[in-house]
């Protein structure tokens, strides 16, 4: 069996690094709630332009699951109900925003790529769950 180098060892073992990986997991959600609660008009019209009716409604939605999903995932309590709620919200807003099998060339390739970019932060998502489930209880946070 091959080892690590005693470098990552001391990297992966270091308290900070499951709160501080969390915290960048969720940085973006956090930041776009900041963002439409701040200017919630602008972000019902964002929903609105999306086909997202009545916009209002889909924009509270969004703030409260950017919010609530990411402090349960960074708190690292009930980490499956706020990554569960960020990767629907995830989801729908990918297949909202990115339909790549839509659009035409030339910027197919740009929204095809921010649609996997999406779908690699919903694997994220759900690895943050999983290691969470499996962390022994004293390490939950």
Not at 52 to 72: F, N, Q
Not at 102 to 131: C, D, K, Q, W, Y
């Amino acid at each position: 069996m091959v080892r690590d180098p005693a470098c990552i060892d001391l990297v992966l073992d270091s308290p900070w690094l499951w709160p501080l990986a969390r915290l960048a997991l969720c940085s973006a959600y956090l930041l776009g709630g900041i963002v439409k609660l701040a200017n919630f008009p602008a972000a019902a019209a964002e929903q609105a332009h999306f086909g997202l009716d009545p916009g209002w409604l889909w924009a509270a939605a969004a703030i409260v699951v950017e919010l609530g999903g990411s402090i349960l995932v960074i708190s690292g309590r009930l980490v499956w109900l706020g990554a569960g709620a960020l990767g629907v919200l995830t989801a729908i807003a990918t297949l909202v925003a990115n339909p790549f099998w839509s659009v035409e060339e030339p910027g197919r390739a740009m929204v095809a790529n921010s649609f996997f970019e999406h779908l690699a932060l919903i694997a994220g998502l759900v690895l943050v769950t999983l290691f969470a489930h499996r962390r022994p209880s004293g390490l939950r946070t």
